[in-house]
């Protein structure tokens, strides 16, 4: 087994996307700092390498987040592999049930897995979602509401939350 990939170009900027034999195991921006080291730990734990090619589910992917950046899609359908710690995984799937045009806090996301100390595990755990948009690891944002913490930057976080209508565009006021 490998792991395809392939660049795919979306409104917020080139992307890359992983996928195995029937799921899509990375969806990063290409400008991401720890790029690298999420495609090592991908590696390790799908026990294989990385080859740029084509893959039956890129254009379902493709597809998808066209559909989610023209406002057409707010669930994805596409299958995902996401492998890592056990708290890892619980905190990615606490992630998919964070609803479109929807935020939490980190403190409310380590109240939902569980455990209210954990909000600095909770929020690294949060930071090594290798899918990013499809596991919306950028709905959390700090309790006082303000932007924190995205790999894809904080920009991006906030294009998305508006995207969602989570977050009103800066000079809108709310109502």
Same mark, same amino acid.
């Given at each position: %087994?490998?792991?395809?990939?392939? *660049?795919? +170009?979306?409104?917020?900027?080139? %992307? ?13 921006? +290409? ?23 084509? +893959? ?11 559909? *989610? ?15 890592? #710690? ?7 799937? #606490? ?9 939490? #806090? *980190?403190?409310?996301? #380590? ?26 690891? +950028? ?7 303000? %932007? ?19 977050? %009103? ?7």
């Amino acid at each position: %087994m490998i792991i395809s990939v392939k *660049y795919i +170009h979306t409104p917020l900027g080139e %992307m890359i996307a992983g996928a195995t034999g029937e799921a899509i195991c990375l969806l990063e921006f +290409h400008d991401r700092e720890i790029l690298e080291k999420q495609k090592e730990r991908l590696e390790k734990y799908f026990k294989t390498e990385l080859i740029e090619q084509d +893959h039956p589910l890129f254009t379902q992917l493709e597809q998808e987040l066209k559909e *989610y950046f023209d406002q057409k899609r707010t669930e994805f359908t596409i299958p995902i592999a996401y492998l890592g #710690s056990p708290f890892q995984e619980r905190v990615w799937e #606490s992630l998919l049930k964070i609803p479109y045009g929807a935020t939490r #806090s *980190y403190a409310q996301q #380590s109240e939902l897995i569980g455990d209210k100390k954990a909000i600095r595990a909770m929020a690294k755990a949060n930071g090594d979602n290798r899918i990013a948009i499809i596991i919306p690891c +950028h709905r959390v944002i700090g309790s006082n509401g303000e %932007m924190t913490g995205y790999g894809g930057k904080i920009w991006r976080k906030k294009a998305l939350l508006e995207l969602e209508g989570a977050i %009103m565009k800066q000079g809108e006021l709310f109502g």
